[in-house]
């Protein structure tokens, strides 16, 4: 078995995330833990509170997934009220249970068209989902769009180091722990070679904040952990 090429048209990317995500969805965030060594949840909440001084008004959390970042919204802004869309029903059922707060507050719906008004939202976050919008700037700018003056996007994915030789061991270290943990978890090797196979395909640090500010973020700051093998991002 080799590495398969990143789908780039619209329709074969969403329904190759649908299956990712139905198929991974009671294991999701054991496998996140591992992968960070216990640590994800840690390093996106430190990035939240650097990356987002809105403290209050409504938050929309974009591939809400089993909503890790609504619960760290929570502890960070206690005031602000949280909503969760993604295309997976599977995952949208993990996010409803373990987030308590995201009832009755859930949509499953594309994030590439958002089912709200201009300006509904002081807050919008996405964590791991980039990677899977078939069109990055597109989503910027429909991310903007939902967003009152002054808001802010705020992303936490999977990054490219600069440095080339820990690039290399960041693509292998992914691409083995993963095929351990998808014969420990599924019982199928390949399981979750897509972090990979998305990786590849995406564009690097520079890039991303380069398509943010064209899609008219004024604004765009990043927070990188170990050297970028993980990057979260803040526009506004």
């Avoid at 974009?62 to 993604?86: H, K, N, Q, S």
Wanted: aromatic share 10%; charged share 20%.
């Amino acid at each position: 078995m080799k590495l398969a090429t990143w789908p780039r048209e619209r329709r074969a990317l969403l329904d190759t995330s649908n299956e990712i995500f139905a198929e991974v969805s009671k294991r999701y965030d054991c496998m996140k833990g591992l992968l960070s060594w216990g640590q994800e949840l840690t390093w996106k909440r430190r990035a939240l509170e650097r990356l987002v001084a809105v403290r209050s008004g409504r938050c929309l959390d974009l591939a809400t997934g089993t909503g890790d970042i609504p619960v760290l919204m929570a502890r960070v802004a206690p005031e602000m009220a949280c909503y969760g869309l993604d295309l997976n029903r599977a995952m949208l059922r993990r996010a409803v249970a373990g987030a308590t707060g995201l009832r009755r507050r859930v949509v499953c719906a594309d994030f590439s068209a958002l089912p709200y008004a201009s300006g509904s939202f002081d807050v919008v976050t996405i964590g791991y989902g980039l990677r899977y919008a078939p069109d990055l700037g597109g989503f910027f700018q429909e991310a903007r769009r939902v967003l009152r003056p002054g808001g802010v996007l705020f992303s936490f994915d999977i990054g490219h180091p600069r440095n080339g030789a820990w690039r290399r061991l960041w693509m292998a270290y992914l691409l083995l722990s993963g095929s351990l943990m998808g014969l420990v978890l599924h019982w199928r090797l390949t399981t979750y070679w897509h972090l990979v196979e998305s990786l590849r395909a995406f564009p690097e640090q520079p890039a991303v904040r380069a398509l943010m500010r064209e899609s008219g973020f004024a604004t765009v700051q990043s927070v990188e952990i170990m050297n970028g093998a993980l990057v979260a991002h803040g526009a506004s």
